[in-house]
């Protein structure tokens, strides 16, 4: 396992979550729906990866969901 990996998973699925967060708020059922689906099917390859890391790849994982943070936001405004 890469450590460039484990910070994208990371990324990804913050970003995906942060995005679905704002479509539940608002009402944008469908996309709240697809968002949440793809966020389940990320957090199944992301649960066994977190859990058995040491503590610098924690690190890089929770880097990756800082800039995911930023990302979902960013991208949630610009879809809608």
Request: charged share 5%.
């Amino acid at each position: 396992m890469s450590r460039f990996t484990t910070f994208l998973y990371a990324y990804l699925q913050v970003t995906l979550i942060c995005l679905n967060t704002w479509q539940v708020a608002n009402s944008k059922i469908i996309g709240a729906v697809c968002v949440g689906f793809l966020i389940s099917l990320l957090w199944c390859f992301n649960a066994q990866r977190a859990a058995v890391s040491n503590l610098y790849d924690k690190l890089i994982y929770a880097s990756g969901a800082a800039f995911g943070t930023a990302s979902g936001l960013l991208l949630s405004n610009l879809i809608y």
